[in-house]
């Protein structure tokens, strides 16, 4: 089993709406939960990261924690075509450890 | 602001031989570290170096090797080139804290380099 396990897709959505991705893990020493976005041919960018659990919220994207159910979701209000994406999470046990990513989730917003 | 910078982007090798890829970061960070994308494992982190010495390590074997100099540039190194090499691999540095710690949930990634082994 995988450390951090995420559905591949493709998802695949109309322009507008509201777009849940998930991934869970089975170390519980994880406390740094981060989302990546990549697009093709290009490198991954940081969208937002979180501490332990709860939730955080960057316009129009709002990563949540459970620690207690070990599950990370990333959701995505009002998608765009430009949205469209492979989405990875990622995650670290201290600031300074090294980063487990997720496989990814491929993502694609149709106009 | 310079992003991340590797070279080159895209190298073709034979199996056998071996291949130095080049990570320039961005200006003041001083972590880099070095992943392995492919489609079926996904991002796989190889190793991590900050002021010139390996902070953290991977699971891959001997034939991946790294190293980091006094301006932070790193290179990997793969030597012994299997089929299974082929990959996108990418670089990512991290700017270090006052407290000496390395926030490596703000990393940026580069381009990659594509490397595909015949």
């Known amino acids: 089993q995988k450390e951090v396990e995420q559905d591949p897709g493709p998802l695949s959505v109309p322009e507008g709406a509201i777009v849940s991705l998930n991934c869970t893990y089975s170390n519980s020493a994880f406390q740094y939960f981060m989302w990546y976005r990549q697009y093709s041919r290009k490198g991954p960018e940081l969208l937002m990261y979180t501490y332990s659990s709860g939730n955080k919220e960057d316009g129009r994207f709002t990563a949540q924690v459970d620690k207690s159910s070990k599950y990370i979701s990333l959701f995505i209000r009002d998608s765009q075509p430009s949205d469209s994406a492979t989405y990875l999470c990622?995650?670290?046990?201290?600031?300074?450890?090294?980063?487990?990513f997720g496989p990814g989730t491929s993502l694609s917003v149709i106009p | 602001k310079a992003g991340v910078t590797q070279t080159p982007r895209y190298l073709i090798k034979t199996r056998g031989q071996q291949v130095t890829l080049s990570c320039s970061p961005i200006s003041g960070h001083r972590s880099v570290s070095w992943y392995q994308q492919t489609p079926g494992q996904g991002l796989q982190f190889l190793f991590e170096?900050?002021?010139?010495?390996?902070?953290n390590k991977g699971n891959f074997p001997g034939r991946f090797s790294g190293r980091q100099f006094s301006n932070s540039r790193s290179e990997m190194n793969v030597s012994t080139l299997e089929l299974g090499d082929s990959a996108l691999y990418l670089c990512?540095?991290?700017?270090?804290?006052?407290?000496?710690?390395?926030?490596?949930?703000?990393?940026?990634f580069g381009q990659g380099t594509r490397l595909t082994v015949v």
């Open positions: 170096y900050f002021s010139e010495t390996q902070r």
């Open positions: 990512a540095s991290s700017l270090e804290t006052g407290q000496g710690s390395i926030m490596n949930t703000e990393a940026f």
């Open positions: 990622a995650m670290m046990k201290t600031s300074y450890d090294k980063v487990i």
